[in-house]
Structures are given as C-alpha cells and as structure tokens.
C-alpha cells in the first residue's frame, strides 16, 4: 500500500479565493493523480502531476483553474482557483503502487 | 467516452447474506478493474483489484471479470454490518496514456441490517 497525507483536511473558503492543497507521500512515485468528488457523486480524475513536466489534465478540467505543482517525486500540489459554490466537493490525491491505485484522506472543501 | 456502470443501488441484504454488486463498462481495451469501498466521509478504501478473466477471492470478498461481456461483479459473503458502505467500481483504460488513470462507476450504497 501506499501512505498519503493531505493538508488542509478540510477548509471553508470565499468566493473568488484560491485554495492550495497538499499532497504528500511516503516514497517516490513516478506520478500523482487528482481527482474531485462532488457532493453525492462519484469520482473525476481533474489532471496527472508528473515531476519535471506539466500536468495533463482531463477533459472539462484547465490549468488556469486547477494549476498543479510536482516540485519532486514525493509531493505535489493542486490549487484550486477563483472559487465559487460549485467548487465545493472532496479533493483526493491519489498514487499508483504495483498496478494499484491508492487514495489519501481527501480535503473537503466548502465555498460560500 | 468512457464509461462505468453500477447496478442502482440502494442495495439492502441482512446480516449474514451475499450482496452482489455488479459494474459494466464500455472501453473494450481496459486491462484491469477494481472495487473501492467508501464509509461516509471517508476516502475511498481499495477492496480488490483483478485483471483476468475468472474469479478472485480474497477472505469474504469474491471478485468476478468477464472481459467478453464487459462485465465485473463483487460478491459479499457472510455480510456483516461493518459493510455497510457505498462501493464503488473503478476501471483502468488501455494504454500507456491510461495508465493509473481510473474511471468510476456512480457508485452502490450497500446497507446490511441485523
């Protein structure tokens, strides 16, 4: 398995405010996933993090509104910009580990 | 458009039963599939992954792939009321593009009452 950490845990935020969230893991991985779950939905993958490039994000999903770090092989960051209600969901980090993906605890995050 | 189907839930099973949660998907090429499962404000926990055709267990958890009809189930045996969870099926397209890139399925709410 794979252990991930996550800062904030959770956050309540104002319109128009960007949020940045951490992701942290315990050994090196070649890539980090993003992915978004809204309020009673399933998961989105928003983007891949690879160290050393730009991020590839998914289809609905741009860097101008979920820029995305990966300064090293353990870490990465999304940020989520210029928010508004509709940002409101759990954002989950996530790694790949023997074919298998695993998930960190997630951020909640809240926009009024 | 790829896509990951869930029998509609909510899924009710007493103590003791099978639950059977069943997922379908429409990309032909996807190589490997798995079953998270997610407590209420949780993130989601992996249950079982499988790759081949066939069945696999694991403890009270069976999963079962059946590559030709697109299809992959998980059965519950001897449910107990700790599974009460929603599960979700995750599927991972072909390709090296796709690699550790996941597709879910809306997601069943399973509830075994005593």
């Known amino acids: 398995s794979a252990v991930i950490s996550q800062k904030p845990s959770r956050d309540i935020c104002q319109r128009g405010t960007s949020l940045t969230i951490q992701c942290q893991v315990d050994?090196?991985?070649?890539?980090m996933f993003w992915y978004r779950q809204q309020p009673g939905q399933s998961l989105t993958l928003i983007a891949t993090a690879n160290q050393g490039s730009e991020a590839t994000y998914e289809s609905g999903f741009v860097i101008d509104k979920f820029p995305i770090s990966r300064p090293n092989l353990t870490f990465s960051t999304l940020t989520v910009s210029n928010m508004s209600p509709e940002d409101s969901s759990i954002y989950l980090c996530s790694v790949n580990r023997a074919d298998t993906q695993y998930f960190g605890p997630g951020t909640r995050l809240t926009v009024l | 458009q790829k896509e990951v189907e869930q029998n509609s839930g909510p899924l009710s099973v007493p103590e003791g039963a099978i639950a059977s949660l069943n997922c379908t998907y429409s990309d032909r090429g996807s190589q490997s599939f798995f079953w998270y499962r997610q407590y209420s404000g949780k993130s989601p926990e992996l249950i079982m992954f499988?790759?081949?055709?066939g069945d696999k267990e694991d403890g009270r958890f069976t999963a079962q792939l059946n590559k030709a009809s697109q299809y992959v189930s998980l059965l519950i045996r001897d449910s107990q009321p700790s599974d009460s969870a929603t599960y979700l099926c995750a599927v991972e397209g072909a390709g090296g593009t796709s690699y550790g890139k996941l597709t879910f399925g809306q997601g069943t709410i399973l509830t075994v009452h005593p």
């Open positions: 499988i790759y081949s055709n």
């Open positions: 050994s090196q991985v070649t890539m």
